[in-house]
């Protein structure tokens, strides 16, 4: 591919991310794009053929971004109680789930699309290393509670869910960080606690 196509592809991504994150994905049509960027429709659809696919091209980085981020916290020397905060945070940092945020709900629907699979098996990944650390933790004890680590590792993913966060903290009852102390604190209780729940 040529240099002018790789740097327009470039723009077309960002002016999309740009546009859905301030209109909602819904409401943005592959016209709305083109004449933001002052091209022709043909040129936009020769980079993607679908709205789809091109939110798919914007979502797939930044939850292979976390995914990463993920691997190299389970990878650390960290212990098990460092490595979970570190997913907390990293998670409520991340770049895929301030794009979900800012488009949702209408950003569910890129997870029910052609592409929902690639990014299904990206979220299971994820989850598959939460699952891994607090397994670790459970075994050397650090963890006390009984729950399975399946359950606590899907708990886990269930706290960067964007409608909790946006009750909360968009509507100005909750300030971002308190919302990720407080989420880091749940979690946290809950993983230490010798109770059956």
Do not use: C, W
């Not at 399946?150 to 009852?173: A, E, H, K, N, R």
């Amino acid at each position: 591919m040529s240099k002018k196509f790789n740097q327009r592809n470039t723009l077309i991504l960002n002016t999309a991310e740009e546009l859905i994150k301030t209109h909602g994905y819904h409401e943005v049509k592959m016209s709305d794009i083109s004449e933001k960027l002052d091209i022709a429709k043909g040129t936009l659809y020769s980079h993607y053929q679908s709205k789809e696919q091109l939110v798919f091209s914007i979502v797939k980085p930044k939850i292979d971004s976390f995914l990463s981020s993920v691997e190299e916290i389970t990878e650390s020397t960290l212990s098990e109680n460092k490595k979970v905060i570190s997913f907390i945070n990293e998670g409520f940092l991340s770049d895929f789930f301030h794009f979900v945020l800012s488009s949702f709900p209408d950003m569910a629907a890129i997870f029910n699309e052609d592409h929902n699979s690639e990014l299904a098996l990206s979220q299971r990944r994820i989850i598959s290393n939460f699952e891994q650390v607090i397994e670790a933790g459970k075994r050397n004890a650090t963890f006390q509670t009984k729950a399975p680590a399946d359950f606590l590792s899907l708990q886990l993913m269930q706290l960067f869910d964007p409608l909790i966060y946006q009750t909360l903290v968009s509507s100005g009852t909750m300030s971002a960080q308190n919302f990720v102390n407080q989420s880091t604190a749940f979690f946290m209780r809950a993983i230490h606690s010798k109770g059956d729940f």
